[in-house]
């Protein structure tokens, strides 16, 4: 049998006080709890196995309350479980939430189970449901909403009540992974029928009548270090397959044993959240904080040229806002591990990070160039005040020496 698993994410930038309040002030109201028991050990296993951090993110997940979770997706009776998870990364100051949810097999078929993951990716666009009954909601406490994205933009709220932010949920991807455990090369899969898989990297409920080929250029090449597992990008995240069997599990435990007395706990992951197996999850995050980021710089830019045009900001601060967008691009230096990177340079192209950055290039020669010119305005403004004042005071010095002139007589 095969799961749906599907994890939908969004990136915000936050200062280290607006974070302070958000998870402090969210445990507080009893809304945030520390991310623990399986979930904790799981993400916690493929962050050691897989990351470096200079500061480890501060994860905290939304807290369950009797009966289900604050946040629930609903499809007429039918609820899907689900997580929210929510996390400071204090090395990038953004913030990040992660939704993950599970579509099982029903005797609908798998094709059944595709649709229902394109309308919940849809859903988490914004895409609201006009059926009230049996319609498509996300719920938060006791409120029903016509979309996830209001829950979910609702919670997000929540927590940021009172933290002045004026950022929104406005940078989001998501990846989809399909999990078997059969041990087959899933490439196989995609090769017979790319379109469902295209449908799920697209969110497109139309994929049954995308041609086949058209569906396979869109999806490219595979991305995968094991023969079990097959990756791939596109604009809007990643979509893997994952048929990681037991056979692969015992041998890594006894190869690991050898050298270092123990088996690894990353090897064993088969967790509910997709794309933590493989860490394509913590590559979407770092790439979606980067184009938070990259959009927060942009806008702050476009202010500081607008101020510097109307002569309210000094040429000073627009070089400080040029020089900080130094620290935006060292984020394209990874920390992950080489195979894993070179996922993450391939989501980087598939996402257009790459336009933006060129975009931030061009802003900041044209706030190089316009600071350029306000600096020779203000020189030239001076060394024209100094020269009127030169010649002001030469003309009192002559008037005053022909007075002394006139007064010895």
């Not at 399909?178 to 090369?185: E, M, N, V």
């Not at 309210?312 to 394209?332: H, Q, V």
């Amino acid at each position: 049998m095969t799961a749906v698993l599907l994890t939908f994410a969004w990136a915000v930038p936050l200062s280290e006080r607006e974070a302070e309040k958000v998870l402090d002030g969210g445990r507080d109201r009893g809304r945030l709890v520390h991310l623990d028991g399986k979930l904790g050990e799981e993400w916690t296993a493929a962050e050691n196995f897989l990351a470096s951090y200079s500061e480890p993110p501060r994860r905290r997940v939304l807290r369950k309350r009797t009966g289900g979770s604050r946040l629930s997706i609903r499809i007429g009776a039918v609820s899907l479980p689900c997580e929210l998870v929510v996390t400071w990364h204090p090395a990038y100051h953004a913030m990040t939430l992660i939704l993950a949810t599970t579509i099982t097999g029903g005797a609908a078929g798998p094709a059944a189970e595709f649709d229902l993951a394109i309308a919940v990716l849809q859903s988490l666009q914004g895409r609201e449901t006009a059926n009230e009954e049996n319609g498509l909601h996300g719920g938060y406490g006791e409120k029903s909403f016509p979309s996830l994205l209001k829950a979910v933009t609702h919670i997000f709220e929540d927590l940021t009540k009172g933290c002045g932010l004026t950022e929104g949920l406005s940078r989001k991807g998501w990846c989809v992974e399909l999990r078997s455990h059969d041990g087959h090369p899933p490439a196989q899969r995609v090769a017979a029928d790319p379109r469902p898989f295209y449908g799920l990297a697209t969110s497109d409920e139309g994929w049954r009548f995308v041609p086949r080929e058209v569906a396979r250029d869109a999806l490219g090449p595979s991305w995968g270090t094991r023969s079990f597992v097959s990756a791939y990008t596109m604009a809007g995240g990643i979509v893997c397959l994952n048929s990681k069997d037991s056979d692969y599990v015992e041998h890594q435990d006894e190869l690991m044993r050898g050298p270092f007395g123990a088996a690894e706990p990353y090897f064993g992951i088969d967790s509910d959240v997709g794309g933590l197996d493989h860490g394509m999850l913590f590559i979407l995050e770092r790439v979606l904080i980067r184009m938070a980021l990259a959009d927060q710089w942009l806008r702050t830019a476009q202010r500081e040229m607008r101020a510097l045009t109307e002569e309210k900001k000094s040429p000073n601060r627009t070089r400080l806002l040029r020089g900080s967008l130094d620290d935006i691009l060292e984020m394209l230096h990874s920390v992950l591990p080489p195979e894993i990177d070179s996922l993450e340079r391939r989501l980087v192209t598939s996402m257009g990070v790459e336009r933006i950055i060129a975009q931030l290039d061009r802003q900041a020669e044209a706030m190089d160039e316009e600071t350029r010119y306000a600096y020779e305005s203000t020189v030239s403004a001076r060394v024209t005040r100094l020269t009127v004042v030169t010649v002001v005071l030469t003309v009192v010095t002559i008037v005053l020496g022909v007075l002394q002139v006139l007064v010895s007589l």
